[in-house]
Protein backbone atom coordinates (compact mmCIF):
# COMPACT_ATOMS: atom_id res chain seq x y z
CA UNK A 1 0.00 0.00 0.00
CA UNK A 2 1.43 3.46 -0.99
CA UNK A 3 1.48 5.93 2.18
CA UNK A 4 0.58 9.42 1.75
CA UNK A 5 3.88 10.24 2.02
CA UNK A 6 4.63 8.08 -1.58
CA UNK A 7 1.85 9.91 -3.47
CA UNK A 8 3.20 13.02 -2.37
CA UNK A 9 6.48 12.79 -3.65
CA UNK A 10 5.38 10.85 -6.67
CA UNK A 11 3.79 14.15 -7.21
CA UNK A 12 7.43 16.09 -6.72
CA UNK A 13 5.51 18.02 -3.68
CA UNK A 14 6.56 18.99 -0.89
CA UNK A 15 5.16 19.34 3.41
CA UNK A 16 4.93 22.96 2.60
CA UNK A 17 2.86 22.56 -0.71
CA UNK A 18 0.16 20.30 1.18
CA UNK A 19 0.15 23.08 3.98
CA UNK A 20 -0.37 25.72 1.79
CA UNK A 21 -3.50 23.78 -0.43
CA UNK A 22 -4.74 22.26 3.01
CA UNK A 23 -4.42 25.01 5.35
CA UNK A 24 -2.89 21.86 7.89
CA UNK A 25 0.39 22.79 9.59
CA UNK A 26 3.14 21.22 8.61
CA UNK A 27 4.18 19.45 11.58
CA UNK A 28 0.13 17.97 11.51
CA UNK A 29 0.67 16.98 7.96
CA UNK A 30 4.77 14.83 8.65
CA UNK A 31 2.94 13.57 11.87
CA UNK A 32 0.35 12.19 9.78
CA UNK A 33 2.04 11.09 6.82
CA UNK A 34 4.04 9.25 9.38
CA UNK A 35 0.84 6.88 10.90
CA UNK A 36 -0.97 9.62 13.22
CA UNK A 37 -4.70 9.91 12.61
CA UNK A 38 -6.19 12.83 11.89
CA UNK A 39 -8.07 14.54 14.88
CA UNK A 40 -10.71 15.71 12.77
CA UNK A 41 -13.40 14.90 10.10
CA UNK A 42 -12.61 18.51 8.52
CA UNK A 43 -8.87 18.29 8.73
CA UNK A 44 -8.94 14.27 7.05
CA UNK A 45 -11.19 15.65 4.83
CA UNK A 46 -9.03 18.27 3.34
CA UNK A 47 -6.36 16.27 3.41
CA UNK A 48 -7.65 13.21 1.31
CA UNK A 49 -8.80 15.76 -1.17
CA UNK A 50 -5.56 17.11 -1.38
CA UNK A 51 -3.92 13.42 -1.92
CA UNK A 52 -6.59 12.38 -4.28
CA UNK A 53 -7.74 9.98 -2.13
CA UNK A 54 -11.18 8.65 -0.87
CA UNK A 55 -11.91 9.37 2.62
CA UNK A 56 -11.50 5.08 3.21
CA UNK A 57 -8.29 5.01 1.03
CA UNK A 58 -6.84 8.13 2.61
CA UNK A 59 -7.56 6.41 6.40
CA UNK A 60 -5.61 3.22 5.21
CA UNK A 61 -2.71 5.38 3.67
CA UNK A 62 -2.38 7.13 7.01
CA UNK A 63 -2.36 3.50 8.63
CA UNK A 64 0.13 2.47 6.14
CA UNK A 65 2.55 5.31 7.30
CA UNK A 66 2.93 3.99 10.36
CA UNK A 67 3.92 0.31 9.63
CA UNK A 68 7.59 -0.41 8.94
CA UNK A 69 8.97 -0.82 5.89
CA UNK A 70 8.62 -4.52 4.90
CA UNK A 71 12.22 -6.46 4.68
CA UNK A 72 13.92 -7.09 1.68
CA UNK A 73 14.01 -10.64 0.93
CA UNK A 74 17.40 -12.15 1.55
CA UNK A 75 19.23 -13.90 -1.48
CA UNK A 76 21.38 -16.76 -0.43
Not at 13 to 31: E, N, Y
Not at 37 to 64: K, Q, T
Request: proline share 4%; net charge positive; glycine share 8%.
Amino acid sequence: MRTLADIRKERNQRLQDVQAATGVDLTTVSRIERGQMPRSAGRANALARFYGLELASFYAAVAAGGQPAPASAEVA
